[in-house]
């Protein structure tokens, strides 16, 4: 089973607005992220091709879990053990313009799509959000 796990800061007490366009900005960031793309010129014409664990992901369930953790130093270490795994993940940093008095904050980190074991290793023992 493949999927991807969504990662929410809960100390930052977004709006919930903000926490579905963060939520949104790590799934697609880590999704295109993982594409391969060949073609060329303003109006794209090529290709998109995807690993097997992305293209099963997206043939099956396209399972999306959002899980919390409770600070900025908690966020950043499962960024690093999931980098440290070679799993796909993505850092979101909000530049701070409707949020965060215009400091650049970083809010929430997308894991995969991968197998799903793999993603658990990591993040399983967290909270749903």
């Not at 073609?39 to 396209?62: Q, R």
């Not at 960024?79 to 909000?94: C, F, G, R, S």
Request: charged letters at 20%; one cysteine or more; aromatic letters at 6%.
């Amino acid at each position: 089973m493949t999927k991807q796990v969504i990662v929410m800061r809960k100390d930052l007490n977004m709006r919930k607005g903000k926490i579905a366009a963060q939520a949104c900005h790590a799934s697609l960031g880590v999704f295109t992220k993982s594409m391969q793309i060949s073609g060329s010129g303003n109006l794209f014409i090529g290709s998109i091709a995807f690993g097997e664990v992305t293209k099963d992901w997206l043939d099956n369930s396209f399972t999306k879990i959002c899980v919390s953790c409770d600070s900025e130093e908690e966020l950043l270490a499962l960024y690093a053990k999931a980098e440290l795994a070679n799993l796909p993940a993505v850092l979101v940093t909000d530049n701070g313009v409707t949020e965060f008095n215009g400091v650049k904050t970083h809010t929430c980190i997308a894991i995969g799509p991968a197998i799903a074991g793999d993603i658990d290793a990591i993040t399983g023992h967290l909270k749903l959000f």
